[in-house]
């Protein structure tokens, strides 16, 4: 880190105190949402008895180990945010300097720039963490091996497997936690999730409603 984007040029920022700021305001959103993550998991799965409510398909047998592997992933939830291709292409993004608010005004060019750049960053992370369902539309099985690919599947988005079902709505949950107050992600999935559903199969998208219709009763999920 230590670079900012101006045009096809990197300066060295390391002796701009707003730059430092803002990395480490950045920083604190990162860590406090995968705190958040895991506060999800451990409210809503782990050591939670589902067996009498699970959907047709799942055995008690499966969710259990599916939750407790589960633990591991989410201990390591969006830990790519703090790679080079995403840090500060997420950075310049959410968290820009005051000079750098001036110049996105002043220079549409630069502005343009950034936004691809941050596109860029989102592409990258979603093709490595397989709890966004946009993962599940641009992965081929090759010899085995879920492969990754730029170009969505002419066929359709491949069907999530419960592990990264669980993951998605945690993270949700925890997205639901900062900016809504609470634990339930379904408003927010009924009104504005588009590009998720659109992302998924319909199979996704059926056991994704059994699911949160077991893991928030009284709540309509549409």
Known sequence: MGAVYS???EISRQDDLD???MCEKYRDYIETHKANVLRSYEELLDGKDYSTVLPSGISVEE???TVDELREEIIHHDDSKYSDEEFEPYRRRFNKT???ELADKENPEQAELVEAEFEKAWIHHYLINPHHPEFWNHTDMINGQLIP???PRKDGPRDMDLLNILHMICDWAAMSIRFRGKL???SWYNTQANDERKAMSENTKNRLKEILIMLFPGEEVL
Do not use: A, D, V
């Open 63 to 65: 969710w259990n180990n």
């Open 98 to 100: 005051k000079m750098e």
């Open 7 to 9: 045009g096809s040029i």
């Open 149 to 151: 690919s730029l170009e």
């Open 19 to 21: 730059y430092l700021l």
């Open 184 to 186: 339930s992600p379904i």
